[in-house]
């Protein structure tokens, strides 16, 4: 699978290609795309910090399982991931069962994935259901974050899903991210958002004690994303952990 952040046009920014088996590339493409190559709008509701994203993650996340079960990949041709400020598009190659279109697509029906044995193995794993409801679940996460149907197009055997931004949580000043602290591989990407750096140092201030549980809790964010920003900040040698686990506690350099 590749990923790639673009400017204007043919202006690519910089991106990532993800190897491995389809399982471990299903549980990194969304974190990565979710901490390197986008950026949430920051409010606060009751003194509670609210991320927002430009585009759904579950909406995302099905489109994104959908293209790896449906994937013809007897064409050796990657996922291919292209990332702007105003859309984003998940496009695969795949053959669309006879008498199918874009159309059948966005109506209700039935499970016909191409490669069956991928998709039981991604059912038995808990990462996608057998009922069709793929594409009904994109469309409803995108209706939940306000932002307008998915548009499916096909082109020879390319079927490419756009998302559409949300307005409101555009930031158009996303700048490349230090290479010198975003390895090759995939498992070395941290979050970018210097304001969540903020945020977990806030919290370690006040009580240094705190586990990254907690403070996934507290910022509204997922474990994995206080994980990668810790190590971050370790790595630049803002953060030390003393003692172990259990009794340990974090200390601020």
């Known amino acids: 699978m590749k990923i790639g952040k673009f400017g204007e046009g043919s202006d690519l920014q910089y991106q990532d290609t993800i190897e491995g088996s ?27 910090r609210v991320e927002t994203y430009p585009f759904p993650r579950e909406g995302v996340r099905e489109a994104v399982y959908n293209a790896l079960g449906h994937n013809n990949y007897a064409d050796s041709v990657p996922i291919q991931i292209r990332i702007e400020d105003d859309a984003m598009y998940i496009s695969n190659n795949c053959i669309l069962p006879k008498d199918w ?5 966005m109506k209700p029906h039935k499970s016909m994935p191409f490669n069956p044995s991928i998709a039981n193995a991604f059912y038995r794993a808990g ?42 949580a555009k930031i158009s ?4 991210p230090n290479r010198q602290n975003v390895g090759l591989d995939v498992g070395l990407n941290v979050g970018l958002d210097v304001g969540l750096e903020q945020d977990i140092l806030k919290i370690i201030a006040a009580n240094p004690a705190s586990t990254m549980a907690e403070m996934a809790a507290k910022l509204n964010v997922t474990k994995r994303t206080i994980e990668r920003t810790i190590k971050r900040l370790r ?5 030390i952990r003393q003692g172990g686990k259990r009794y340990g506690y974090w200390k601020i350099l």
Not at 30 to 45: F, G, N, Q, R
Not at 173 to 176: E, G
């Open 101 to 105: 279109t874009t159309e059948t697509l």
């Open 235 to 239: 790595e630049n040698g803002k953060l």
């Open 22 to 48: 389809l399982f471990d590339i299903a549980d990194r493409v969304i974190d990565l795309i979710y901490t390197k190559y986008l950026k949430a709008a920051i409010t606060y509701e009751h003194d509670v």
């Open 173 to 176: 000043d996303f700048k490349m």
């Open 127 to 168: 990462y996608i259901e057998a009922w069709g409801r793929g594409v009904q679940k994109i469309c409803e996460a995108c209706q939940e974050l306000g932002t307008p149907n998915p548009e499916y197009t096909v082109l020879g055997n390319d079927l490419t899903v756009k998302f559409t931004a949300l307005e409101s």
